[in-house]
């Protein structure tokens, strides 16, 4: 019996994983595995139970034209009553967790390890999990919420580091003036406590199999960090990336080393940095990130966009690039809003 790695991701967000035989439709592998994911018919007919699969590969058994056209078919929506896989899937359900899954998310013990501030107004959290549990494993690009010790709050937080990697978690976390892990972060410790829970995220790396193109603003770089970090270990991957990344002033800006290690390691990479408040000796580009979008790096449209940070950089992006002519489908994107 040959089985498969199966992710499912919710609309909200929230992410279940089992293993499933490639005998079992998925279906019947969720029902084995306690999720009651929407279904009516069972036979293929009625679409109830569709979703897409964004990653791996899979066969369907019958269906009807009405269920699932051939146009929905090539878009690689599936029917999950009939659906089995061939390797491991990633699956988006268009509803809330809640309808399927009685369970809470994933939450483990963790204690920090290291504590530093790398950019004037960035600090760099490590931190490591209880080894004792199995830790909790993530696509690149999403986040989990991370409780603020001596409080009884959490805060959600986007993985920096690479997805295999999973005996440490790293993150890049903005400092404000004043804010419930902002001032934890001012005071942390190596040794302190703190709970992981999730993951959480429909922003995550898709298999690369046209350019990419990433926009970051501020610690909106994590995410991106921990999908270049997962890319460059995949020999096969051929696509180039372009990575636009913009902060307030120069000297917010923080990762540039490991950003430039990735051409030296092999990837085809092009970074280009933006400035809103040129300060000091900076003589590159700036404004806002979104001002280093042009068409010449959209591959005629035929590219993947990955988004991350504050919410109006996201909008202005979305926004352009929908006139611009790409596929909504192909942009991905997480706004940092107060969490
Ligand atoms: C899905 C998701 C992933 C995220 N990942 C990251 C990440 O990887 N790195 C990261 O730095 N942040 C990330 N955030 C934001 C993060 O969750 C917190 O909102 C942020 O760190 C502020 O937390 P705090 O406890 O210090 O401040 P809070 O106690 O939450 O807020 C204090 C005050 O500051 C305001 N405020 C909150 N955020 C900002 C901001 N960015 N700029 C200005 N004012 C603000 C609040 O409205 C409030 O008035 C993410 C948010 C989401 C939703
Ligand atoms: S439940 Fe009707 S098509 Fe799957």
Not at 96 to 112: F, H, M, Q, Y
Not at 285 to 299: Q, S
């Amino acid at each position: 019996m040959t089985t498969h790695k199966v992710t499912l991701v919710f609309e909200d967000g929230r992410v279940v994983k089992f293993d499933a035989s490639e005998d079992d439709n998925i279906y019947f592998a969720c029902l084995k595995n306690k999720v009651r994911i929407l279904t009516d018919c069972l036979e293929g007919a009625c679409a109830t139970c569709k979703g897409v699969c964004t990653s791996g590969t899979y066969y369907m058994d019958e269906f009807t034209d009405e269920a699932l056209t051939a146009e929905e078919f090539d878009r690689r929506e599936v029917l999950t009553c009939q659906m089995h896989v061939t390797s491991d899937c990633v699956i988006e359900l268009p509803y809330e967790s809640r309808i399927a899954l009685k369970s809470k998310p994933d939450t483990r013990n963790a204690s920090v390890t290291e504590v530093e501030m790398i950019s004037s107004n960035v600090a760099r959290l490590v931190v490591k999990p209880d080894p004792a549990a199995d830790p909790v494993s993530f696509i690149s690009g999403q986040y989990v919420h991370l409780s603020v010790p001596g409080t009884d709050q959490h805060r959600s937080y986007s993985f920096a580091n690479a997805s295999f990697e999973t005996g440490k978690y790293t993150f890049y976390i903005k400092v404000l003036e004043q804010g419930a892990m902002s001032d934890y972060l001012s005071n942390a410790t190596p040794g302190d406590e703190m709970t992981v829970s999730g993951p959480f995220g429909r922003f995550y790396l898709r298999p690369a199999q046209r350019p990419i193109v990433m926009v970051a603003g501020g610690t909106g770089l994590a995410p991106m960090l921990s999908m270049l970090d997962t890319l460059v270990a995949q020999e096969e991957t051929q696509q180039p990336v372009r990575l636009l990344y913009g902060a307030n002033e120069p000297g917010e800006l923080f990762g540039l080393d490991q950003i430039a290690g990735y051409a030296a390691q092999g990837l085809d990479i092009t970074t280009e940095l933006c400035i809103v408040e040129p300060v000091g000796a900076w003589d590159g580009a700036t404004g806002h990130v979104t001002e280093l979008l042009r068409p010449e790096i959209l591959n005629g449209g035929d590219c993947d966009v990955y988004l991350c940070g504050p919410p109006p950089m996201i909008d202005a992006a979305e926004a352009w690039l929908v006139e611009s002519g790409v596929d909504g489908s192909q942009v991905h994107a997480e706004k940092f809003v107060p969490s």
